[in-house]
């Protein structure tokens, strides 16, 4: 039996399954419905395919667990640009009968995923960029050891997606994929805050910061970064080349920047969907527009989540094992307070490291195109640091001069060769702004279902247009750019062709006013103030002086 094309099918997609021995069977005619699910969330592709099998393919082929599946499918919006993967089956539903067929689900996952569960990292890393470390892990114990390796799409040490700072890592049998989640959780990314990622998008795998899929520029000439003195302490690990190229010529760079790709200016978003509300107006879809045909927000905000979880404001103790010192040596970039202690006989003065989202906001890198903040300066869960509450281990100023780790050796008289050097694990520049970050992408959650387009994948930026309920325009907070965060491609045997995508974004679309100024945006409209007035007052952050110059 040899493998069918899809040309010869009037089926959106064909299903070939290779059995132990290398054979191939196409089981399309006997494929229910079949759901390919992605997710930014999970390492790996993975999805299941419903069976109505009549003539004992299960028998025949057999399956047996040694299966892998080749899935080529379309959609109509792209006729002739087939989409093509290879799965492994990895388990069986229970199998019964409606009569006259057998009735089961297979399941499949990317064979990387195989490879995580059948190999171990133990390797130390040391001085190393992130990029470099999950390059290593990924091509030598998950490409090198699949029959059909994918590319990684990665950032280059040069390149300011990349992290700033080098890493010391020791991987104590860890699976690859945990190794390089542990590698993504303490990077610093080299423009703005935020969170990495590894995901598998529909073609290849990618370690990414979340805020370069939020507003991708041009990657590899990009630098968006203010350039300050260390907030934590001194220079000795900011790795990346021309960010310490510029600094040792002695370059008084604040920010430097580069114009984004046009081409790539033009691709974002790279699709419009529009939803139109039982009780909106009518909406004329224009051309290459899409209408959502179901939707739902399952988020629109949880402010109990996000005051626990530290979105709004959270505080940081760290701890050193070496000298075992609560706090900092300086206080550049954190904040001291008194701890008493009636039991104590003298007081504690400790040094925390204090996040507050709306002192913040600007250095995170939000969703392309108009992006407010969520909340106002004087939001119920704003102002309390201690709502989220961390207590980290931390190494951060042993390089220093007169640092912990060189007075230890000078006492132990251990500096045989002359250097000693540690790698700050930089707690203090991820901790709080990962909390925040992933706190911010949980605000805003738009679920829909729209027609198949075999060429979306997760990490794309979409357009939502949301007709308003009341105005005469738009959603004013909740249209606009989103983040697709998670797809299914679900395609029946009828040729019918669906997604369901969960999309995310991080702020408004619109400004909100604090109530401090007893006004809205639509308030100083209605009392004749034009826009400059209002784009203005906005760009102040909401602070204006009056006649007699007093904030």
Same mark, same amino acid.
């Given at each position: 039996?040899?493998?069918?094309?899809q040309?010869?099918?009037?089926?959106?997609?064909?299903?070939?399954?290779?059995n132990?021995?290398?054979?191939?069977?196409?089981?399309?005619?006997?494929?229910?419905?079949?759901?390919?699910?992605?997710?930014?969330? *999970?390492?790996?592709?993975?999805?299941k395919?419903?069976?109505?099998? *009549?003539?004992?393919?299960?028998?025949?082929?057999?399956i047996?667990?040694?299966e892998?599946? %080749?899935?080529?499918?379309?959609?109509?919006?792209?006729?002739?640009?087939i989409?093509?993967?290879?799965?492994?089956?990895?388990?069986?539903?229970?199998?019964?009968?409606? =009569?006259? #067929?057998?009735?089961?689900?297979?399941?499949?996952?990317?064979?990387? !995923?195989?490879?995580?569960?059948?190999?171990?990292?133990?390797?130390? !890393?040391? =001085?190393k960029? #992130?990029?470099d470390?999950?390059?290593?892990?990924?091509?030598?114990?998950?490409?090198n050891?699949?029959?059909?390796?994918?590319?990684?799409?990665?950032?280059? *040490?040069v390149?300011?997606?990349?992290?700033?700072y080098?890493m010391?890592?020791?991987?104590?049998?860890?699976?690859?994929?945990?190794?390089?989640?542990?590698?993504?959780?303490?990077?610093?990314? =080299?423009?703005?805050?935020?969170?990495?990622?590894?995901y598998?998008?529909?073609?290849?795998?990618?370690?990414?910061?979340v805020?370069?899929?939020l507003?991708p520029?041009?990657?590899?000439?990009?630098?968006?970064?203010? &350039?300050?003195? #260390?907030?934590?302490?001194?220079?000795?690990?900011?790795?990346?080349?021309?960010?310490?190229?510029?600094?040792f010529?002695?370059?008084? %760079?604040?920010?430097? +920047?580069?114009?984004?790709?046009?081409k790539?200016? +033009?691709?974002?978003?790279?699709?419009?969907?529009?939803?139109?509300?039982?009780?909106?107006?009518?909406?004329?879809?224009?051309?290459?527009?899409? $209408?959502?045909?179901?939707?739902?927000?399952?988020?629109?905000?949880?402010?109990?989540?996000?005051?626990?979880g530290?979105?709004y404001?959270?505080?940081?103790?760290?701890?050193?094992?070496?000298?075992?010192?609560?706090?900092?040596?300086? $206080?550049?970039?954190?904040?001291?307070s008194?701890?008493?202690?009636?039991?104590?006989?003298?007081?504690?003065?400790?040094?925390?490291?204090?996040?507050n989202?709306?002192?913040?906001?600007?250095?995170?890198?939000?969703?392309?195109?108009?992006?407010?903040?969520?909340?106002t300066?004087?939001?119920?869960?704003a102002n309390?640091p201690?709502?989220?509450?961390?207590f980290?281990?931390?190494?951060?100023? /042993? $390089?220093?001069e007169?640092?912990?780790?060189?007075?230890?050796a000078?006492?132990?008289?251990?500096?045989?060769?002359?250097?000693?050097?540690?790698?700050?694990?930089?707690?203090?520049r991820?901790?709080?702004?990962?909390?925040? /970050?992933?706190?911010?992408?949980?605000?805003?959650?738009?679920?829909?279902?729209?027609? =198949?387009? /075999?060429?979306r994948?997760?990490g794309?930026?979409?357009?939502?247009?949301?007709?308003?309920?009341?105005f005469?325009?738009? /959603?004013?907070? !909740?249209?606009?750019?989103?983040?697709?965060?998670? &797809?299914?491609?679900?395609?029946?045997d009828?040729?019918?062709?669906?997604?369901?995508?969960?999309?995310i974004?991080?702020?408004?679309?619109?400004?909100?006013?604090?109530?401090?100024?007893g006004?809205?945006?639509?308030?100083?409209i209605?009392?004749?103030?034009?826009?400059s007035?209002?784009?203005?007052?906005?760009?102040?952050?909401?602070?204006?002086?009056?006649e007699?110059?007093? +904030?």
């Open positions: 039996m040899t493998e069918k094309t040309q010869t099918k009037s089926s959106s997609f064909n299903a070939i399954m290779r132990y021995r290398g054979t191939t069977t196409d089981i399309t005619d006997i494929v229910g419905q079949l759901e390919i699910h992605e997710s930014l969330d *999970s390492e790996t592709t993975m999805g395919i419903f069976i109505i099998d *009549s003539e004992a393919y299960e028998e025949r082929i057999p047996i667990g040694q892998s599946i %080749i899935l080529t499918f379309e959609s109509h919006l792209h006729k002739g640009d989409r093509r993967h290879e799965f492994i089956i990895y388990r069986m539903s229970d199998k019964f009968s409606d =009569g006259k #067929n057998q009735l089961y689900t297979l399941y499949f996952v990317s064979e990387e !995923y195989i490879a995580n569960l059948k190999y171990k990292v133990s390797k130390s !890393y040391r =001085g960029l #992130n990029g470390i999950v390059y290593d892990i990924y091509t030598k114990y998950i490409s050891k699949v029959s059909n390796p994918k590319d990684l799409h990665i950032d280059d *040490s390149n300011q997606d990349s992290a700033v080098t010391q890592f020791v991987m104590g049998n860890f699976r690859p994929f945990q190794a390089i989640n542990l590698v993504a959780k303490r990077s610093v990314p =080299g423009r703005g805050l935020g969170k990495y990622i590894f598998e998008d529909k073609s290849t795998f990618n370690f990414k910061s805020e370069s899929l507003d520029i041009k990657p590899n000439t990009d630098l968006d970064r203010e &350039i300050k003195e #260390n907030p934590y302490g001194g220079d000795s690990t900011l790795q990346n080349p021309r960010i310490r190229n510029a600094l010529e002695g370059k008084n %760079i604040r920010k430097v +920047e580069t114009p984004a790709d046009p790539l200016q +033009e691709t974002i978003p790279v699709a419009t969907y529009v939803l139109v509300p039982s009780n909106a107006h009518p909406v004329d879809l224009n051309t290459g527009e899409q $209408n959502i045909s179901t939707f739902k927000f399952s988020s629109t905000f949880d402010v109990i989540s996000n005051l626990v530290g979105m404001g959270s505080r940081l103790l760290t701890y050193d094992p070496i000298s075992h010192r609560i706090g900092t040596l300086n $206080n550049i970039g954190a904040k001291q008194f701890l008493q202690e009636t039991s104590r006989v003298s007081s504690a003065r400790q040094t925390f490291y204090d996040f989202y709306n002192e913040r906001y600007n250095q995170f890198k939000h969703i392309r195109g108009p992006s407010k903040p969520l909340a300066s004087n939001h119920i869960g309390s201690e709502a989220c509450f961390k980290m281990t931390t190494n951060l100023e /042993h $390089n220093e007169g640092g912990t780790l060189k007075t230890i000078q006492m132990q008289n251990r500096m045989t060769r002359g250097v000693l050097k540690s790698y700050d694990n930089q707690v203090e991820w901790l709080l702004t990962n909390y925040s /970050h992933h706190r911010q992408l949980k605000n805003i959650v738009l679920d829909v279902r729209v027609p =198949g387009d /075999h060429n994948t997760v794309e930026i979409v357009e939502i247009k949301l007709p308003s309920a009341y005469d325009e738009d /959603h004013t907070f !909740y249209r606009g750019n989103y983040l697709v965060n998670k &797809i299914k491609h679900i395609l029946l009828s040729g019918k062709y669906e997604m369901e995508m969960q999309l974004r991080d702020s408004l679309f619109s400004m909100l006013f604090d109530e401090e100024f006004v809205t945006e639509e308030e100083l209605d009392a004749g103030a034009d826009q007035f209002i784009d203005a007052l906005k760009e102040d952050n909401n602070v204006f002086e009056d007699i110059g007093d +904030e």
